[in-house]
């Protein structure tokens, strides 16, 4: 499939409320008109807390809501989730298929201006998604900071996803760090962004945007407000223009190593 329809759920999150957020995001799907991919922001059961891991819903509860949700409505869904595992928690990106199909992907950086480090461990390596056709990059907002870790090797994926809890304070990086990676690597991006304010007194403005291979803003939500953005992106856009402008063939080679700690 060339083309995918695709929805942004930039919206506020109830803290540390896991069945709430669940049925909030629920109703907003389910009212919705079909599409091919929906995508929620980071930590979309919780808010970004760092004990949510421990307070939040299980991997079973989320996965099982996420298939169903996924099967249902003949669309894949994806966003971040505080998980606690055996051996740890993680703040994990889940993309799930209208098959059930599931993959994952945990955060690799780790926002230690929040202490994020200290609560959650770090994921040691990317993942690319395969989706009708799509190569899908999943990250999660800090990841945003790193363009080393998102960089494509030999043209690997058409789209990055971009699920972040990125504070107000900082809405002009966010927006030219999304520019940025879409440019770099000339591929789709797109960046779901919560609104609204969290307990721990920051705001966060959404600025959710979905970004061409060549740089052009073609859908972006209004700061501050609910909504849900909507696009239809084509990947033959991405083949024609890194054929038509291969800057990729002069990047410079390089080896990713695991983060310490």
């Known amino acids: 499939m060339s083309a ?6 930039q919206q506020p999150i109830i803290w540390m409320d896991g069945e709430a957020n669940l049925q909030h995001f629920s109703q907003l799907i389910e009212q919705s008109a079909p599409c091919d991919l ?41 966003g971040s989730a505080a998980i606690q595992l055996t051996d740890g928690a993680v703040n994990r990106f889940y993309f799930v298929t209208p098959q059930g199909h599931t993959s994952h992907y945990d955060k690799r ?46 043209n690997d994926y058409d789209l990055m996803i971009y699920v972040a ?3 107000a304070a900082r809405a002009n990086h966010w927006q030219a760090l999304l520019l940025a990676r879409a ?31 060549e740089g052009e803003v073609v859908a972006s ?19 024609a223009y890194r054929q038509a402008f291969p800057a990729w063939q002069d990047a410079d080679n390089f080896t990713l190593t695991p983060p310490v700690g």
């Open 183 to 213: 440019i770099e690597n000339q591929s789709w991006v797109i960046g779901c962004n919560r609104v609204g304010e969290d307990e721990n007194g920051l705001s966060y403005r959404g600025d959710s945007q979905i970004i061409t291979p």
């Open 4 to 9: 995918l329809i695709v929805r942004v759920l």
């Open 109 to 154: 950086h780790l926002f230690r201006m929040a202490n994020e480090h200290q609560y959650y461990k770090p994921g040691t390596h990317r993942q690319i998604i395969d989706y009708r056709g799509w190569r899908i990059l999943p990250q999660i907002c800090y990841d945003l900071r790193f363009p080393a870790f998102s960089r494509t090797i030999n």
């Open 38 to 78: 929906w995508i929620l922001p980071e930590m979309f059961t919780t808010g970004f807390a760092m004990q949510a891991a421990t307070h939040s819903l299980s991997e079973t509860r989320v996965l099982s809501w996420l298939r169903a949700l996924a099967h249902k409505h003949d669309t894949a869904i994806c």
């Open 165 to 167: 809890s990125w504070p």
């Open 221 to 239: 939500a209004l700061p501050g407000e609910a909504t849900v953005l909507s696009a239809t992106i084509d990947r033959q856009r991405v083949i």
